[in-house]
């Protein structure tokens, strides 16, 4: 088989690049490992920004979108008894748009059966052939044999675990790390969100998060140690924790009555991968690089880097000049790293760190008071919140 662009990963970089190329002309098939049920099931992040909803909206999967998607335009973080809310719209101008990132996903696949799009589920890729030339060959498992791909590019959209990144000769790469001291663990449920905006909660046990996924449906969080295990927490310990981390009010009107629907531990790391291209493979999303939660970046930093490369291969492919392809890395990683720094700062200011010492944590409570003290302060928290221009 062959194809101008091969696409590792049915994930939401993966399938909004081949929706884009298509869209430009160009040819790709997407190989994805799990089955598209597996990949429509994980329940993963939740907040959209408005860049986000553009590129969504430009690729043709904007209607629902429009229609469901719930417009926040604040949120609050509390500090043990002080509120803050941050008046995104206000400061920015622009909204936050709460939508899954399974619907997102659905979105995609949904436009990329009504185009005749190629994707390949259950398909593992193993290797990858020939990335230092101008025609590599992405070998994949299927049903138990292997198949070879043939393409002028690869772009691996393959998630944190995948095979592109690794292909890269680590004598070409440069990975930067750091890992946190703790995971959220995470509950979606139907029951009536505990408010109408997202409320990130610090307290001596750690941090709350209430988020939502509609009117009926809701997204929660609390930091535990990595060493816990979900078994260990059924649904009342939780409802539990999480009413002790909430300020009082919150706390009192949380409806914990409904269906549990979902509960998973995430580790929180920050991870950066330089360069995002070797040769003809190109890094997007999670496969380049992963913030912690705490911001809900992870998925919007996917989108910008496939609008990137989107524009740089169309440009190779429909004008004939590398231009966009050469400057892709440099690029990506202008806006990658400057949505690390806000990650991990906001992960930094909320979380209770079980090393910290004394003056750590009045730096913590300092960070918390510039932001109520300075609208300056708060302006820059919500302008990376709504997300950097790209
Ligand atoms: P992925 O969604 O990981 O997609 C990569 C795809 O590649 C997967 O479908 C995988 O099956 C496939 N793949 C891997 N290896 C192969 C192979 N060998 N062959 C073929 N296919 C392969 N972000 C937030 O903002 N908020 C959150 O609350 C949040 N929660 C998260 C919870 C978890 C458990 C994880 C892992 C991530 C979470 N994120 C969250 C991050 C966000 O979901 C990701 O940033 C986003 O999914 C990135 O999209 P992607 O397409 O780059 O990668
Ligand atoms: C959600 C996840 C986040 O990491 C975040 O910062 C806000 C909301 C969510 O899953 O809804």
Known sequence: MKTQVAIIGGGPAGLLLSQLLDLEGIESVVLERRSKDYVLGRIRAGVLEAGTVRVLTEAGVGDRLAREGLPHDGFEISW???????????LTGKPVTVYGQTEVTRDLYAAREARGGAVIDEAEVKRIEGIDTDAPTVVYEKDGKEHRLDCRFVAGC??????????????????????????????????PPAAHELIYATHEQGLALCSMRSEEVSRYYVQVPMTEKVEDWPAERF?????????????AGLQTEGEVLEM??????????????????????DAAH??????????????????????????FFNEGTSEG??????TALARVWKTERFSWWMTSMLHVFPEIDDFGRRMQKAEFDRLTGSETARRDLAENYVGLPF
């Open 80 to 90: 043990f008894d002080e509120r803050l809310r941050l008046d995104l719209t206000g």
């Open 325 to 330: 392809i050469d400057s892709y890395s440099g």
């Open 264 to 285: 998973s531990i995430a580790p929180l790391r920050s991870f950066v991968t330089e360069p995002m291209r070797h040769g003809s493979l190109f890094l997007a999303g």
């Open 239 to 251: 409802w539990e924790e999480l009413k002790s981390r909430l300020p009082s009010d919150v706390a």
């Open 158 to 191: 393959d998630g944190f675990h995948g095979p592109a990144r690794k292909a890269i000769p680590e004598s070409h790469r440069r990975d930067f790390t750091r890992d946190y001291p703790f995971g959220w663990l995470g509950l979606l449920s139907r029951t």
């Open 290 to 315: 992963i913030v912690p939660p705490t911001g809900a970046k992870g998925l919007n930093l996917a989108v910008s880097d496939v609008h990137y490369l989107h524009r740089a291969l169309t440009r």
